[in-house]
């Protein structure tokens, strides 16, 4: 069997990164890890560790050149999306697959494409079937 369960990102200011993921996105914080800097935070099932970077950091890069993307499931779009744009989140596109333009007067439908703090790609859904897997 395998499981994903851990994922890391790499962070310029690391309170911004923890506002976007935990009052935006509504991942749980756990802890900070045991050097004290770098932090924890989990959906329950897989483990989201926020990292300062070690070198300088690389430009942040367009939506569709980016370094890293990845995409989380909801059950309603709605209440994520009001809470991504309360804390001021940028949403690139909606409709992960079509990347179609955001109309900023309106809820997307189905899922949207959101920016982290430091140029990182979400993907947002509420399609169970949105990414093929293999079961």
Same mark, same amino acid.
């Given at each position: ?14 309170? &911004? ?5 935990? &009052? ?19 959906? #329950? ?22 370094? %890293?993307? *990845? #995409? ?7 209440? %994520? *999306? &009001?809470?991504?744009?309360? %804390?001021?989140?940028? %949403?690139? &596109? ?15 439908? #189905? ?7 430091? #140029? ?16």
């Amino acid at each position: 069997m395998l499981e994903l369960r851990h994922l890391a990102v790499r962070c310029r200011d690391l309170d &911004k990164a923890r506002t976007f993921y935990e &009052k935006g996105l509504g991942f749980a914080w756990v802890d900070y890890r045991p050097e004290g800097i770098s932090m924890d935070l989990s959906d #329950g099932h897989v483990n989201l560790t926020l990292l300062p970077f070690e070198t300088q950091p690389a430009p942040p890069h367009e939506e569709g050149d980016e370094h %890293i993307h *990845f #995409g989380v499931y909801v059950e309603s779009l709605e209440p %994520i *999306f &009001k809470r991504l744009t309360d %804390i001021g989140a940028h %949403i690139v &596109k909606e409709d992960v697959k079509q990347r179609l333009d955001y109309d900023r007067d309106t809820v997307p439908i #189905g899922s949207f494409k959101v920016l982290d703090p430091d #140029g990182n790609v979400v993907d947002i859904t509420e399609r169970p079937a949105e990414w093929r897997t293999s079961s």
